[in-house]
């Protein structure tokens, strides 16, 4: 999708679905208005829910407590792992390592407002460390598996992190190396409109005169190198 975008030059940005959380009750057109975003413009997937658990072998309700983030990560690595010609079926037990750069924790956010609602899931399905750690579980991958968090740059240091481990260990056979981030809560919005870094025009403008801030934007993706 990100490639045709670019081939026919179009615009991507519009606003974060109104399924994700009210925006009503966090907007406030004022930047300076404490506990509310003024601007909600964002890249998105769209839907967030859609996921097929029982192809993943897991329950409805494991699903549920899942980070969407999580969801996805397995959705892009299932398809990376097709690709490479190592489908899932035929990578049990393997010494397949799996490196995530993921730092969000949106869905969390939402759902600590209503703690009663949890059960035994919530925690393996909102740790960031369960990001690579899912992938291993369900592909039953016997390589190392870790989550990195360095912000803006977590996806690119997970790849370095996952070609160093393929050169300093013989016994890894291939590491799969993802990123992921979601557009769930709008509590990020609103610490970045408090610091006045998103754009109120929703665009992206840089190195421009024009430029008047940053538009969040979602995604995943995941290779695998060998």
């Given at each position: 999708q990100a490639l045709r975008l670019?081939?026919?030059?179009q615009d991507a940005v519009t606003t974060v679905p109104p399924d994700r959380f009210d925006q009503a009750r966090w907007l406030h057109p004022r930047k300076s208005e404490p506990g509310r975003a003024y601007t909600f413009a964002a890249g998105?997937?769209?839907?967030?829910?859609g996921f097929d658990a029982q192809a993943f072998g897991l329950s409805p309700r494991e699903a549920t407590e899942m980070d969407p983030?999580?969801?996805i990560l397995l959705e892009v690595a299932a398809e990376a792992?097709?690709?490479?010609?190592?489908p899932g079926e035929r990578l049990a037990g393997r010494a397949v390592a799996v490196f995530v750069g993921g730092s969000s924790?949106?869905?969390?956010?939402?759902?600590?407002?209503?703690?009663?609602?949890?059960?035994?899931?919530f925690m393996t399905g909102n740790a960031l460390s369960i990001l690579a750690n899912r992938i291993g579980n369900v592909f039953d991958l016997r390589g190392p598996a870790q989550t990195i968090d360095t912000a803006c740059s977590s996806s690119l240091v997970a790849l370095h992190l996952a070609m160093r481990a393929l050169e300093d260990d013989p016994g890894l056979e291939a590491a799969?190396?993802?990123?992921?981030s979601m557009l769930l809560s709008p509590y990020s919005f609103i610490g970045f409109s408090r610091a006045g870094m998103l754009s109120p025009t929703g665009?992206?403008?840089?190195f421009s005169a024009a430029a008047d801030g940053y538009v969040r934007s979602e995604g995943a993706v995941a290779l695998v190198l060998g």
């Open positions: 670019l081939a026919e030059g998105t997937i769209g839907d967030a829910a983030q999580q969801r792992l097709e690709d490479a010609g190592m924790t949106d869905y969390a956010e939402l759902r600590l407002a209503d703690p009663s609602a949890s059960d035994r899931f799969v190396v993802g990123g992921v665009r992206s403008r840089p």
